[in-house]
């Protein structure tokens, strides 16, 4: 996969549904792909690179070389924190008080975004939108630093998709938080819509991912 070209496709697409293609940064995700796509990653110029898996993360953070941004994108232990927090960037799925807690006291004052959960699913990763103002008031009690929201989109009609985005993009204009992660490679136009001002893509830039 060239990478290169691959993002260029990406920065288009953005373009095309309206966003600012210089504004809204372009995540790379690794999970599920070789570790050499964290270096073609940032040969192509992107510095901040996510993952989902923990032990996947670590791996890969201690095998490459390049100085990288490590987000932390996937449903998250409290026991997995205390070994990503040396090399995590940004924790992006921040759903629960008690992560929050844990983070608080392993990486004082990191910054965070907390998961909106857009699916009627308990069992998937995000608060629910109700409970999304209070815990970042709780959050920011702990000393964490809340940059923002982050959710996976709805899967539907492009209307139910956007209608999720949505919710995240209110939610952050009526909490003033300004970074808004929505949008991956099969529905970034959807959520550049609606404001996403950070588009996490893995497929559309390394192609398909192994299977775990
Ligand atoms: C896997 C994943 C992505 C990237 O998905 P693609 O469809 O490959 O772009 C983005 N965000 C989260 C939370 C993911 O789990």
Same mark, same amino acid.
Request: hydrophobic share 45%; net charge negative; charged share 25%.
């Given at each position: 996969?060239?990478?290169?070209?691959?993002l260029?496709?990406?920065?288009?697409?953005? @373009?095309?549904?309206?966003?600012?293609?210089?504004?809204i940064?372009?995540?790379?995700?690794?999970?599920?792909?070789?570790?050499?796509?964290?270096?073609?990653?940032?040969?192509?110029?992107?510095?901040?690179?996510?993952?989902?898996?923990?032990?996947?993360?670590?791996a890969?953070?201690?095998?490459?070389?390049?100085?990288?941004?490590?987000?932390?994108?996937?449903?998250?232990?409290?026991?997995?924190?205390?070994?990503?927090a040396?090399v995590?960037h940004?924790?992006?799925?921040?759903?629960r008080?008690?992560?929050?807690?844990?983070?608080?006291?392993?990486a004082?004052g990191?910054?965070?975004?907390?998961?909106?959960?857009?699916?009627?699913?308990?069992?998937?990763?995000?608060?629910?939108?109700?409970?999304?103002?209070g815990?970042?008031?709780g959050?920011?009690?702990?000393?964490?630093?809340?940059?923002?929201?982050?959710?996976?989109?709805?899967?539907?009609? @492009?209307?139910?998709?956007?209608?999720?985005?949505?919710?995240?993009?209110?939610?952050?204009?009526r909490?003033?938080l300004?970074?808004?992660?929505?949008?991956?490679?099969?529905?970034?136009?959807?959520?550049?819509?609606?404001?996403?001002?950070?588009?996490?893509?893995?497929?559309a830039?390394?192609?398909?991912?192994?299977?775990?």
């Open positions: 996969m060239d990478v290169v070209a691959a260029d496709t990406v920065r288009n697409r953005i @373009a095309d549904a309206g966003g600012d293609a210089e504004q940064q372009v995540l790379a995700v690794t999970k599920g792909q070789p570790v050499e796509c964290v270096a073609a990653a940032a040969a192509a110029g992107l510095a901040d690179v996510g993952e989902n898996y923990a032990q996947e993360l670590l890969k953070a201690e095998a490459v070389d390049e100085d990288v941004r490590w987000h932390f994108i996937g449903q998250l232990q409290r026991n997995k924190v205390r070994s990503l040396p995590v940004l924790w992006q799925s921040v759903d008080l008690r992560l929050g807690e844990e983070i608080s006291h392993r004082p990191a910054s965070v975004l907390v998961e909106v959960n857009l699916t009627d699913d308990p069992n998937r990763g995000g608060a629910r939108p109700g409970f999304v103002a815990l970042v008031d959050l920011r009690d702990l000393g964490l630093i809340v940059d923002g929201l982050m959710a996976v989109g709805r899967q539907g009609t @492009a209307d139910d998709v956007r209608s999720g985005f949505r919710v995240v993009r209110d939610l952050a204009d909490l003033g300004a970074t808004r992660s929505m949008g991956m490679s099969d529905d970034l136009e959807l959520a550049v819509r609606e404001g996403s001002t950070m588009v996490r893509v893995g497929s830039l390394f192609g398909p991912r192994i299977v775990r």
